[in-house]
């Protein structure tokens, strides 16, 4: 493979706004909008114990949720395309028009699962509807990496690269916590049978209705300077010219290949399925697995900002190191002390996020700093989005699936060997940490 094309090393561009208050609207502006689109997309995760026989009628309560789980790993598969497609309106329009354009995308899919028909009513046609809901937030979800992983590390000081980059994670799990927080308010207010009847369908429609919150924040966001200045040719590439740059640069989308499929399947059980698959396989109180949930990962958000802090002074190897090597080490204990105890749950996932952290906080600004700006979006988005629909989607499934076979240490046992190859990766792949973003 031919050495890939790296940013020249010189004067740091500035940042959109040179001013702490327009730092902050920036950054503000570009993580409410990745909240809700977050919160969109993990809501069917959290939710889907909850309707899954409204949509699937046949069999027990598991075959059920497989199949909904199976849908939620089919919407993944639309994320390499939405990669490409958003990745390259970033790279030839701007980084701004395809966060915007890829938010409306994923609030429309959220409206459509929340005023979707069940089974009784329109028979197998409520799984068809299921599925194209997931397909349009799958196409959005892989155009939102694209473009706010490379938007966020362009605007962002040199020097303070690595925390900024954080924020993404903080407005992603923030997004988490909403939707968490949600079910178990309503499990509180409504009661289990409520939410299986009627009421899991009120978080896709309030995700919905936030996405025109979102919409007015991004449109009032600048574009980056890095974008603007760039003097190759960025804004007038074609999709040929892009897949060639991609070519150009192809150690680098190997690289991210390798980064990515361990955390891939590690971010998705800890971060998102495994309060489901509690409630579901495990015997936890749907209210108490739920709350678990949802302090687990404000401990999450609160911890993210140390590992960008000790990147941007140390480098960012040495931090996803401390990540794959964590666990290689805690991977099968935490898989098998995982009962029927909400307090468990919650100790278990604040201990997995919490390393966790060491790579997805500080993920954005080390993807970004692989490529140069005129296939940046397209460099991180589309290998990233292959990895997650590959491993990601199907994370929850495959858990439950051996779960209901007694063979639990097989998906640890596959956690580990994926960790593995990231940590590899990350020892073969260049320190970053310094670089210029033009």
């Known amino acids: ?41 993990s809501v069917y ?25 199976a849908v939620f790993a089919v919407g993944f598969f639309m994320r390499p395309i939405g990669g490409f497609v958003f990745g390259w309106l970033a790279d030839r329009y701007g980084r701004r028009s395809a966060m915007t354009s890829s938010m409306l995308l994923m609030a429309g899919g959220s409206v459509l699962i929340g005023i979707a028909p069940t089974h009784s009513t329109v028979g197998l046609l409520a799984g068809v509807i299921l599925v194209v809901a997931r397909l349009m ?4 979800h892989g155009g939102e990496i694209a473009a706010s992983y490379t938007y966020v590390a362009e605007i962002a000081p040199r020097e303070r690269r690595g925390l900024w980059s954080t924020s993404l994670y903080v407005s992603v799990t923030a997004g988490i916590v909403l939707a968490s927080l949600i079910g ?32 007015y924040l991004r449109r009032t966001l600048k574009e980056t300077r890095a974008f603007e200045e760039s003097t190759t040719g960025a804004s007038r590439r074609t999709a ?9 640069n192809k150690v680098s989308v190997a690289r991210i290949l390798g980064l990515s499929c361990g955390v891939t399947v590690v971010y998705y059980t800890w971060a998102v399925g495994i309060s489901g698959f509690a409630i579901s396989g495990k015997g936890v109180g749907a209210t108490g697995g739920l709350w678990a949930s949802v ?132 020892l073969l792949t260049p320190e970053t940490k310094g670089r210029d973003l033009t």
């Open 295 to 426: 302090l687990a990962n404000l401990f999450f958000m609160c911890t993210l900002p140390l590992w960008g802090k000790l990147s941007d002074r140390f480098g960012r190897k040495p931090i996803f190191i401390t990540y794959g090597v964590a666990f290689l080490v805690l991977t099968f204990p935490l898989t098998a002390a995982l009962n029927d105890s909400a307090v468990r749950l919650g100790i278990l996932m604040a201990v997995a996020l919490f390393f966790l952290g060491a790579f997805v906080g500080i993920m954005p600004a080390y993807f970004a700093e692989l490529f140069p700006t005129d296939v940046r979006a397209s460099g991180v988005g589309v290998p990233y989005s292959f990895i997650v629909a590959l491993f990601g989607g199907t994370g929850p499934y495959l858990l439950t699936w051996l779960h209901v076979r007694h063979l639990d240490w097989v998906f640890a046992l596959y956690m580990v060997v994926l960790v593995t190859i990231g940590l590899v990766t990350t």
């Open 240 to 248: 040929r010219e892009l897949l060639g740059g991609l070519a150009k």
């Open 45 to 69: 995760a959290i939710f889907a114990p909850f309707f899954a026989k409204q949509f699937f009628v046949g069999g027990d309560a598991t075959s059920s949720l497989l199949s909904t789980l």
């Open 137 to 140: 937030q799958g196409l959005a």
């Open 184 to 215: 178990a308010a309503s499990s509180s207010l409504f009661g289990e049978e409520a939410l299986r009847n009627w009421a899991w369908r009120l978080p896709f429609l309030v995700g919905g209705l936030l996405g025109l919150v979102g919409l």
């Open 1 to 41: 493979m031919t050495a890939p094309t790296y940013p020249p090393v010189g004067a740091e561009p500035q940042a959109v706004d040179a001013a702490p208050q327009g730092r902050f609207r920036t950054l503000f502006g570009a993580g409410i909008g990745n909240t809700l689109e977050w919160y969109d997309w």
